[in-house]
């Protein structure tokens, strides 16, 4: 690579993109890398404050920015993760499903640590679209030291930094527990908000039942439901009053009762249990119905992925825990 003054790069090729900016209207290369820069040329880039130019020379030293690019995004690549074609030294990876994005962080931040290098990710366990971007990587300098580049892959190892765990269709059954709904006191106000919830996701909700609190009517419909559902959501009697039962009847129904509260507000009364055939029971607590986003919104994409969740990253949800 050499610089030279653009009056004076007629014949040459552009050694990296050349982004013109044009406010209110766009950003992007005006000219991309290799371009035989030509006489009809030296004005525009003149106008866009382009006095000098980097102009192509070979090195067996170092890499130009798109080669290290390449090198990050394969660092990047997995199963249902794919490239744009980079542009002004970047590439993006995108989803090719719609599901869950897992980074391993902490091999993430061993590249970011290194220097003269990034990639910045949405967070883990992200809920993906199909098509949306996940990742974006670049070096910072226009070239880099090969040996630097081929150091921290061996840093950080063969295994894909980012990975997306497609959403599976399931079949979800609901049990609500509560007497005052039972007798027909009142409406219940779950089943409306979880249709709303399961309508984002592949799901079919099966059959849905109501019961007294009374424990075995509990046991009896979870049963029922895992019958034919692989996930159960129970809803109601999930507090600590006399009345409520919902998390001792998942747990006499489970085969891993993985646990009772969480670290997470709206959501700390939150039920998860799983059967030893990997079917999924939940009991959501009463903010479900109100608020937003709770602790079922952070658990369940991970039950559609076929992720499974263990006490330990229960614990891990107080980081951010307070939605």
């Given amino acids: ?50 006095e000098n130019l ?32 980079v542009s002004e030294g970047k590439i993006e990876a995108k989803s090719k499903v719609s599901g869950l994005l897992k980074v391993d ?23 993906a679209e199909k098509d949306q971007t996940v990742a974006g990587m670049r070096v910072i300098p226009l070239f880099i030291e090969k040996e630097k580049m081929n150091q921290v892959v061996e840093l950080v190892g063969p295994a894909p930094l980012l990975e997306i ?20 006191r009142i409406k219940d106000g779950f ?12 799901t079919e909700i099966v059959a849905v039942k109501i019961v007294d609190d009374q424990l075995s009517m509990i ?14 959501l129970c809803t109601g009697g999930m507090s600590v009053d006399a009345d409520d039962l919902t998390p001792r009847a998942i747990n006499e129904s489970a085969d891993d009762f993985v646990t009772y ?23 959501l607590p009463g903010s479900v119905i109100f608020a937003k986003r709770t602790v079922f919104d952070l ?7 076929d992720i499974p969740v263990d006490f330990s990253d229960i614990a891990d949800l107080g980081h951010g825990g307070l939605l």
């Fill in 1 to 50: 690579m050499q610089t030279i003054a653009t009056k004076d790069a007629v014949g040459m090729r552009l050694v990296q993109d050349v982004t013109q900016i044009i406010p209110g209207e766009k950003k992007g290369p005006r000219f991309k890398k290799g371009h035989l820069i030509k006489s009809e040329d030296v004005p525009i880039l003149l106008s866009m404050g382009k």
């Fill in 54 to 85: 980097y102009v192509w020379t070979e090195s067996d030293d170092m890499l130009h920015e798109e080669a290290a690019a390449e090198i990050l995004y394969q660092m990047c690549a997995s199963e249902n993760v794919y490239p744009t074609d």
């Fill in 105 to 127: 962080v902490e091999r993430l931040k061993k590249l970011n640590s290194f220097g003269e290098m990034m990639i910045a990710t949405k967070p883990t366990y992200f809920e």
């Fill in 165 to 184: 765990a497609p959403f599976k269709f399931k079949k979800v059954a609901i049990v609500t527990t509560g007497s005052e709904i039972f007798k027909g």
């Fill in 191 to 202: 089943e409306p908000v979880l249709r709303k919830k399961m309508a984002a996701y592949p």
């Fill in 219 to 232: 046991k009896e419909a979870v049963n029922e439901m895992l019958a034919i559902a692989d996930i159960v």
């Fill in 261 to 283: 509260g969480t670290p997470v507000l709206p959501g700390a009364m939150f039920a998860l249990a799983y059967t030893k055939t990997g079917q999924a029971i939940m009991g």
């Fill in 299 to 305: 658990i369940f994409p991970r039950i559609m992925a």
